[in-house]
């Protein structure tokens, strides 16, 4: 079975710009949860989307969206970069039930100039 | 709010030697979820607890349980120089929200030969 994938792998942005990720989930997995990571703030949940839905929101402004299309594939969004943004930015996918493990992909790794 | 902390942050190990990482929680949760990242990469899974008294090996390591102390621990048997890398503790939010992780700020080993 492959693996969760996140495209891009690398990306640098400019400060004002925007920038969207994408994440496709392991086959059969329905849910899919972004985190970011930081060196100053270590892992984030960003949110979860299941069904098409965001089931979940951490405590992240506005600027940073998401959506699930039908077939589970996954993108955040960023708009209005800052420098703080930069990241690495993590989405892992889970099937719904059961023990919830969450397998991550190998994340995106994002550079806010 | 939930809080899970590590520690300790930094471990310099030996190589042969055993040593224990703990993960206390703040609030009630039956399930724990180990992970482990190196430099630059994601997050692998290394264990999934389920239950009070859970315990779970694999290799070297060894991970338990105990939701009523809130605490587990991660168990490393006659370490490796291959067991460097940092290793988190991950706390679902509540019952309704198992994919909405809170992850420890994370435990960097290094294994010195």
Request: net charge positive; glycine share 8%.
């Amino acid at each position: 079975k492959a693996g969760v994938t996140q495209t891009p792998r690398y990306l640098i942005k400019t400060r004002g710009q925007q920038v969207t990720l994408s994440c496709s989930p392991i086959s059969g997995h329905r849910s899919v949860s972004w985190y970011q990571q930081t060196p100053g703030q270590g892992l984030q949940f960003l949110f979860e989307y299941f069904s098409e839905t965001q089931r979940n929101k951490g405590n992240f402004p506005g600027r940073f969206s998401g959506r699930q299309f039908s077939n589970s594939r996954s993108e955040m969004n960023v708009s209005t970069l800052e420098l703080g943004d930069s990241a690495l930015y993590l989405c892992a996918s889970s099937f719904v039930g059961g023990s919830y493990e969450q397998y991550f992909g190998p994340g995106t790794r994002l550079t806010v100039t | 709010e939930l809080k899970v902390e590590q520690n300790p942050l930094f471990l310099s190990m030996q190589e042969g030697k055993n040593y224990t990482i703990y993960c206390n929680y703040s609030t009630t949760s039956d399930r724990l979820y180990w992970y482990r990242q190196d430099p630059g990469k994601s997050l692998e899974s290394l264990f999934v607890l389920l239950s009070n008294g859970a315990v779970k090996q694999e290799g070297r390591l060894m991970a338990s349980l105990d939701t009523k102390a809130r605490l587990s621990t991660l168990h490393i048997t006659a370490a490796v120089h291959d067991l460097s890398a940092t290793y988190f503790c991950a706390v679902p939010l509540d019952r309704y929200n198992n994919n909405d992780m809170r992850f420890g700020a994370g435990t960097r080993l290094t294994v010195k030969p």
